[in-house]
């Protein structure tokens, strides 16, 4: 495996954080962040606001998803599956998250 390659990669994604939470635009502190591997790099970030955004790796939110009724405490990826799971309050909330072939536009499918 090549270091050099996996050291580009981990430092574009670092670079790509920094950007999400420089641009953040809630008011709101941002309670997680994760990196999501989908057809390219993304970025999920969950904030008290009851809010989860998906940005790019220039710092673009693509997605906002706002169909929480409590603070947004955590969210997990599965990478086989590309749902994004969403805990707020006792709840938890599944989305398959897909990108249009056509469009490129980033959609959320409630799954639960």
Known sequence: MNGGTNKGKINKAIAAINKVIILNKTTSKISCILLLLHDRLLIASASSDRTVRIWDAEGRCLLNLQEF????????????????????GVALYWFKISIDQNSQELNAELLR
């Open 69 to 88: 009724y409590r603070p947004v405490s955590s969210i997990s990826w599965n990478q086989m599956t590309k749902n994004l799971v969403v805990a707020s």
